[in-house]
Each structure stands twice: as C-alpha cells, then as structure tokens.
C-alpha cells in the first residue's frame, strides 16, 4: 500500500512547526511498510484531484494567507473540491483552517477563502488566543483527547452546517466563546491546534492515515499497532500542560 500526501503551499504555509505533522505521517506509515510519498503544490500550480490519500494545509501569517488566498481558490479549489468528494483526507491546520471558510475579515480587509465549509473568520479586538488546548473528540468513534498549541487573531464561527471537531476542555478552541474547536466535514478536518499537532496525538495521525487508505483500499484495512512508548508521553505532558495552563 501507498499513502500519498499532498502539501499545499509547504513554503507559505507552515509555522510552529507544522511541517512536523508531515514527517510523523511519513514515519508511521514506513514503520509499517507502507510506501509514503509527499508532493508538493505552490503558488500558481494545479494538481490532478486523483492519487490523493490526503491533503494538507498548514497554518499561515495574515500575510501569508494573503498570498496564497487568491491563488487556492483560483488554481486549487475546483481540485480540492473533488478530492474531498471522493473521500480524501484533508488536514487544515490554524491559517489553512481559516481559508476553508467563506472568508477571513481583519478590519477594513477581506481574504476570500474557500467557501468549503459553513465557517467565517473576523479578526477579533481583544488579545490573541494564545495557549496550550485540549480538547474532546468522538471523530473515531470514541471519546478521544486531543492536545496542541493555538495562537491566532481570528476568531471562527461555525454557521449551521458545521460540525466542530471538539468540545473545549482548556484553552480557547474557535472563538473564545462557544466552547467549540474545529470543524469536520467528511474527512476533512480544520483545527487551531499547532504543535505540532500530529506527534502530541499520535492517534489522530493513525486516525488519517487508516482513513486515507480505506478510501483507496478498501474498508477491510487495518494499521497495526505500534510501540508508542514516546508518543504517549508527549501526548500526556502536553495534556498535561493545557489542564495546569503552562
Ligand atoms: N493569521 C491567522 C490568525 O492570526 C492564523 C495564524 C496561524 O496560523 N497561527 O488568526
């Protein structure tokens, strides 16, 4: 089996690390003999929506995101689209997360994003939503924790045909005020939480990747487990850190 990664925008749109979440993949998959392959896709390039396990798109400066708005949706978007008809994954991290709404406002300004998913950004006028967060999710079935880092200026509401990926249990997730974080649409999921994200919640990652290749091969695969001595201590001192809020 193969999982292939598409990266959007790798060289605008990555910080704290995000590109993180992209090694992590790559390493469980080859530690369990699956083929990994990465592909990149920048400014001014378009991609085949086909031979995509999974998409992804990190998280971005104001402007940054200024940048790359106007070129996702005129060269990527109609792609993107079909990608996640078809069932790919698609990870979005903070800024990327923002761009799959309707549109980013920061003041007098507006960045149109992708109007995938019933979400609208508006810069807020208070401080930043800064912190490690923890949060609770039933994305596979059961009730899961996730931990990360989030630092943004936008505040994300989610419309009526949105679906958040959790429930806040520390930090502040969206907005700050309704207790949610995230959003999830099929296989796509959009989340504030940096991290990197991926190596602090290893079951997450698991989580893609096992959805990736169902999607390409069938509903009978199944990961096999791996020794997460590591991966389990990262997962409960970043935890850790969100409840104490250090
Ligand atoms: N520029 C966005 C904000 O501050 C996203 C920042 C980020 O990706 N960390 O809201």
Redesign the pocket.
């Known amino acids: 089996m193969k999982f292939r990664l598409l990266s959007l925008y790798p060289d605008q749109m990555n910080?704290?690390a995000d590109r993180g979440n992209i090694i992590f993949l790559r390493n469980r998959c080859l530690w369990r003999g699956i083929e990994f392959e990465l592909t990149a896709c920048g400014l001014g390039e378009r991609f085949e929506p086909s031979g995509h396990e999974m998409l992804y798109i990190g998280?971005?400066?104001?402007r940054d995101?200024r940048t790359v708005a106007g070129d996702l949706v005129e060269t990527k978007r109609e792609a993107i689209g079909e990608c996640l008809a078809g069932g790919t994954v698609m990870l979005a991290?903070?800024?990327g997360y923002?761009l799959l709404g309707e549109s980013y406002e920061s003041g007098s300004d507006q960045i149109g994003g992708l109007g995938l998913v019933d979400l609208k950004?508006v810069?807020g006028d208070g401080p930043?939503l800064i912190g490690p967060v923890a949060i609770e999710t039933d994305l596979d079935g059961s009730r899961r924790m996730l931990a990360g880092f989030e630092?943004?200026?936008?505040l994300t509401w989610l419309g009526p045909q949105a679906e958040p990926l959790g429930r806040v249990i520390a930090g502040h997730g969206n907005n700050g005020s309704d207790g949610f974080e995230g959003v999830r649409s099929g296989n796509l999921i959009g989340t504030y939480l940096?991290g990197p994200l991926l190596p602090k919640n290893a079951w997450l990652a698991d989580h893609l990747i096992e959805t990736g290749l169902k999607n390409a091969y069938g509903e009978d695969v199944e990961l096999r487990p791996l020794e997460d001595g590591l991966e389990t201590a990262a997962h409960r001192v970043a935890l850790a850190a969100a409840i104490s809020g250090r």
Do not use: F, L, M, S
């Open positions: 910080i704290y998280g971005g400066q104001d995101q991290v903070c800024g923002q950004t810069r930043r630092n943004h200026g936008g940096h």
